[in-house]
T-cell receptor, first 109, second 117 residues
Framework: GENVEQHPSTLSVQEGDSAVIKCTYSDSASNYFPWYKQELGKGPQLIID?????GEKKDQRIAVTLNKTAKHFSLHITETQPEDSAVYFC????????FGTGTSLTVIP | DVKVTQSSRYLVKRTGEKVFLECVQD?????MFWYRQDPGLGLRLIYF???????EKGDIPEGYSVSREKKERFSLILESASTNQTSMYLCASSTPLGGRGRAETQYFGPGTRLLVL
């Protein structure tokens, strides 16, 4: 089955700096790569996703890049704000979702 | 907006008890899922369902069963709770697979934190 690895497990950045979280996957047939944000005491919420026919996607301060050849994809958050502090999960999917183990992001004011 | 609700935010049960976790979605989604979330392990799929009265085992089904009597409702059952089932349980729903096996976005509920003593 698919294996998704996510790094780093924890990340601290100063407010206004950028944050990058990276994931790798093993199954070349995976074709959908969502990113979720989970705030304390809440369920994961989709923040951005990308399909395998696209290399990059942006939504305001958030962007995702996909390198199918290398089988890795990354989440980029620019101009970080304290409310970006949360746990972020990547996933890779062809039908079933396989999740990374999460990155706890702390934005220091 | 998609809304997935779970019957309880927190539950405390004793070893050996039968536990029901309920999940309801209001978007007429065919697919529903149950995951457990543990620190350092991410989200692991327990069971899923593609239709009413239909269920499929996920990666860690042992000790669990499910019921889907209505399209909007998917229940997770712990037949005899054990301490190693202490966890956060997350329900999700999605539309069916798109063309050429295209995966679709899963929408999650707020989670139920279960403590088994």
């Amino acid at each position: 089955g698919e294996n998704v690895e996510q790094h780093p497990s924890t990340l601290s950045v100063q407010e206004g700096d950028s944050a990058v979280i990276k994931c790798t996957y093993s199954d070349s047939a995976s074709n959908y790569f969502p990113w979720y944000k989970q705030e304390l005491g809440k369920g994961p919420q989709l923040i951005i996703d990308i399909r395998s026919n696209v290399g990059e996607k942006k939504d305001q301060r958030i962007a995702v890049t996909l390198n199918k050849t290398a089988k890795h994809f990354s989440l980029h958050i620019t101009e970080t704000q304290p409310e970006d502090s949360a746990v972020y999960f990547c996933a890779a999917s062809r039908n079933q979702f396989y999740f990374g183990t999460g990155t706890s992001l702390t934005v220091i004011p | 907006d998609v809304k997935v609700t779970q019957s309880s935010r927190y539950l405390v049960k004793r070893t050996g008890e039968k536990v029901f976790l309920e999940c309801v979605q209001d978007m007429d989604h065919e697919n529903m899922f149950w995951y457990r979330q543990d620190p350092g392990l991410g989200l692991r799929l327990i069971y899923f369902s593609y239709d009413v009265k239909m269920k499929e085992k996920g990666d860690i089904p042992e000790g669990y069963s499910v019921s889907r009597e209505k399209k909007e409702r998917f229940s997770l059952i712990l037949e005899s709770a054990s301490t190693n089932q202490t966890s956060m349980y997350l329900c999700a729903s999605s539309t069916p697979l798109g063309g050429r096996g295209r995966a679709e976005t899963q929408y999650f509920g707020p989670g139920t934190r279960l403590l088994v003593l």
